[in-house]
T-cell receptor, first 115, second 109 residues
Framework: EPEVTQTPSHQVTQMGQEVILRCVPI?????FYWYRQILGQKVEFLVS????????KSEIFDDQFSVERPDGSNFTLKIRSTKLEDSAMYFC?????????????FGSGTRLTVV | DAKTTQPNSMESNEEEPVHLPCNHS???????IHWYRQLPSQGPEYVIH???SNVNNRMASLAIAEDRKSSTLILHRATLRDAAVYYC??????????FGQGTELSVKP
């Protein structure tokens, strides 16, 4: 069964450093997403991406965050200057498209720890 | 975004059926009812979705009330691996999934 692949599985970074989280969505999917989950809290929407541009973003997704689809397969989330409160599990997801009714497929996540 | 209400937790015995309820009284005509689950230390996993009619797949069944203001996810025979947080989410095509607190299902051997 096709899956969404995320790397790395764990990332430890110092406060103020830049991190890039990587995702390979399912190949024929058109919508891509990033979500995060702070330990013990709800899964929170960050951003959706379609047709090479951001289609929607949450209040969490401020100027410190950016997303990119640098080639035909990868989808990245960059945090420019990490803060302690950015420590969380980050999940990438993809879905077939707006006119398909099937669900999202999520990756296993990247655990980001900011120290 | 339309809201859903689920019990915080439920318990089940292994190999027995489980009925997980969800209320969504403010559902709109274009909202699909999606169910996801999250096993410990994993990403959310799609379970099933429907619009008006009851749906079955290899994982579960979804029973939707005639007025669409509530739905029930049915696991026909719970296993220990079904212990997870189950999320009922109203989804509009092209929109985003909004996760609530979900129902934490524990399964006893």
């Amino acid at each position: 069964e096709p899956e969404v692949t995320q790397t790395p599985s764990h990332q430890v970074t110092q406060m103020g450093q830049e991190v890039i989280l990587r995702c390979v969505p399912i190949s024929n999917h058109l919508y891509f997403y990033w979500y995060r989950q702070i330990l013990g809290q709800k899964v929170e929407f960050l951003v959706s991406f379609y047709n090479n541009e951001i289609s929607e973003k949450s209040e969490i997704f401020d100027d410190q965050f950016s997303v990119e689809r640098p080639d035909g397969s990868n989808f990245t989330l960059k945090i420019r200057s990490t803060k302690l409160e950015d420590s969380a599990m980050y999940f990438c997801a993809s879905s077939p498209g707006p006119y398909k009714t099937s669900g999202y497929t999520f990756g296993s996540g990247t655990r980001l720890t900011v120290v | 975004d339309a809201k859903t209400t689920q019990p915080n937790s439920m318990e089940s015995n292994e190999e027995e059926p489980v009925h997980l309820p969800c209320n969504h009284s403010t559902i709109s005509g274009t909202d699909y009812i999606h169910w996801y689950r999250q096993l410990p230390s994993q990403g959310p996993e799609y379970v099933i979705h429907g619009l008006t009619s009851n749906v079955n797949n290899r994982m579960a069944s979804l029973a939707i009330a005639e007025d669409r203001k509530s739905s029930t996810l049915i696991l026909h025979r719970a296993t220990l691996r079904d212990a997870a947080v189950y999320y009922c989410i109203l989804y509009n095509q092209g929109g985003k999934l909004i996760f609530g607190q979900g129902t934490e299902l524990s399964v006893k051997p």
